[in-house]
């Protein structure tokens, strides 16, 4: 392969000219040229480490640099890089029963897609041909993807430009606590009144209608907001109650990230579908999918699957998930990550008693959020939802990047979510540059 481009200027200047880069306003940025990566770092073209504190969009789990993916992979491309979805193949076979077998005991098949986009597309028209209704039923702060089907599933504001919607995707509220409009006395408190109005809602629009509530087990980029004690539960009731599929992404929280193999097992809660992909293979190569339930799976024994994808069960892809799979579990990952998630918790609200401009910190094995706000005493946001004029998040989010901790922001929120791999020592240094640059907010406000 030869590379016409050496330097760091180079990559970047030459990315602008003949890129179109993800949300962004193409004239207004510099892309970072990234040139390398090991463990828990990567570094830019000038030479500059930084701590991959979010991994890198919540998937590099196992980090940079993990021989046994890489080898997996080049083994793969010289043996068969590539066969119809029609066809049975080693790999594809392997992972399907792997992934089935650590999934929630009434999961049964898995129909694999590239991306967590169209495994949430997917599940939709799996939803609407199993139970023949047509209505959706998801939150508003939420993001399920940005493809059509997936962008009306998405409740926060990047599902604007697909609107006028898809006719029938309904949304409800999160359980949001830290901002709801009551003051509850207790998380079961709060549990009772986000699934009453869940209930009530659904009756309203008709409870025949409803195919499925489909959400995120742990909200993520819109705040990591965790269910409160009993919840998940509850949805689970109130769909039995009504015959609709629970569907629960678990894009970013499947495989590992919340300190469980999938986050829906802090609640020994069964889903009727689950739809991942970032932590499968750890962005080592593109694959995500859907999960089934054995009576779902059961239904297309006689029932037509309409669904399809070119690239569905790409073989590289399935032997870098058997490859990441494999690697969870002979380093430990899923127990390390709960242990790990104790330490960042300890961390985190140590930064919140130390720091005015935090309002409330979130975690959950090693996915969390620092909520930044104007005053603690009011709540009020640093910035307002959908509104950022004066970009004091992105300022932020350089500053940190200027120090080597790099991440991404949403709304007033900041996500720290590094590779399950990070060692005790590295997870304190990196939380060690967030509170620094957090005493530069204190002193703004």
Known sequence: MHLEIKTGKEISEMSKKYNLHSWSTQGAINPKAIIGGEGVFFWDGDGKRYFDMSSQL??????????????????????L???????????????????????????????????????????????????????????????????????????????YTCEPGIPGFVKFFDPYVYRAPVDFPTEEAATKYYLTQLREQILYEGRGSVAAVHMESITGSNGVLIPPKGYMQG?????????????????MTGFGRTGEWFAVNHWDVEPDIITFAKGITCGYAPLGGVLVSKKIADFFDGNFLSCGLTYSAHPLGCAAGIAALEFYKEAGL??????????????????????????DV????????????????????????????????????????????????????????????????????????????????????
């Open 58 to 79: 919540v998937n590099l789990n196992i980090g940079h640099g993990n021989k046994a993916v890489i080898k997996a992979i080049q083994e793969q491309a010289e043996r």
């Open 235 to 251: 949805v689970r009731e109130i769909c039995d109650e009504f015959g609709i599929l629970m569907i629960c992404d678990e894009v």
């Open 334 to 359: 899923i127990a390390q990550t709960k242990e790990r998630g104790v330490l960042l918790g300890e961390l985190l609200e140590d930064i919140k008693s130390r720091h005015a401009s935090v309002g």
């Open 81 to 159: 890089c590539y066969a119809s979805p029609s066809f049975a193949v080693d790999v594809r076979s392997q992972l399907a029963k792997t992934v089935v077998e650590l999934a929630p005991k009434n999961m049964s098949k898995v129909f694999f897609t590239l991306a967590g986009a169209d495994a949430n597309e997917n599940a939709i028209k799996i939803a609407k041909m199993y139970t023949g209704r047509q209505k959706f039923f998801s939150r508003y702060r939420s993001y399920h993807g940005s493809t059509y089907g997936a962008a009306n599933l998405t409740g926060e504001p990047r599902r």
């Open 362 to 445: 979130r975690y959950i094995g090693l996915f969390s959020a620092v909520e930044l706000v104007r005053s603690k005493e009011t709540k009020k946001p640093l910035v307002e939802y959908g509104a950022d004029p004066e970009k004091i998040m992105p300022k932020i989010v350089g500053k940190l990047s200027e120090k080597g901790f790099y991440t991404y922001s949403h709304e007033n929120c900041i996500i720290v979510a590094p590779p399950l791999i990070i060692t005790e020592a590295e997870l304190k240094e990196a939380l060690a540059i967030l509170d620094e640059v957090l005493s530069d907010v204190d002193a703004i406000l």
